[in-house]
């Protein structure tokens, strides 16, 4: 029995490990596929524009984080899904069957659904816009002024 994930974020490598643990020792096959070989852990890219964390210090091989639970990782990119026939269409690796799916791609900012925000703003949400934000607040010159906070009327927020 094959078991695929989607996607390489907290989701998608928590389910991952968890069922490749609970799963080692049987006619089980578990595949994670994302489009990165990294794991970012996403809740350190604050501290990056500061300089208090680097990139090498908050990405992981992903490969070493799932050959511990016997699970094997796909780099690739999913370009459709085929519930009916049980399989993912992989842009390099064609089609991949499955037995059971798990989609865990995250979430996905759309900045121009508010007013403003799109092209006027920084991020810390994906790590190049980390980068980027970090480029910006070291153009800072004394006296400038910045406005840092989080975009009310925001979909995705609860």
Do not use: C
């Not at 489009?35 to 300089?51: A, D, E, M």
């Amino acid at each position: 029995m094959r078991i695929v994930i989607l996607g390489g974020g907290f989701g998608g490598v928590n389910a991952a490990l968890w069922l490749g643990k609970r799963l080692e020792n049987r006619e089980h096959e578990v595949l994670l596929i994302s489009n990165q070989s990294t794991f970012l852990f996403r809740p350190s890219l604050i501290w990056v524009p500061f300089g208090g964390r680097e990139m090498e210090n908050i990405t992981y091989p992903l490969n070493e984080i799932l050959q511990k639970a016997g699970v094997k990782l796909v780099v690739d990119k999913v370009v459709q899904l085929r519930p009916k026939e049980k399989h993912v269409v992989l842009q390099k690796n064609a089609n991949l069957d499955y037995d059971f799916l798990v989609v865990a791609t995250g979430g996905f900012p759309d900045y121009g659904k508010i007013e403003g925000l799109e092209g006027e703003t920084s991020s810390i949400y994906f790590s190049d816009q980390a980068l980027q934000t970090k480029e910006q607040i070291e153009k800072i010159q004394s006296g400038d002024s910045i406005v840092i906070g989080v975009a009310a009327g925001n979909p995705n927020s609860s």
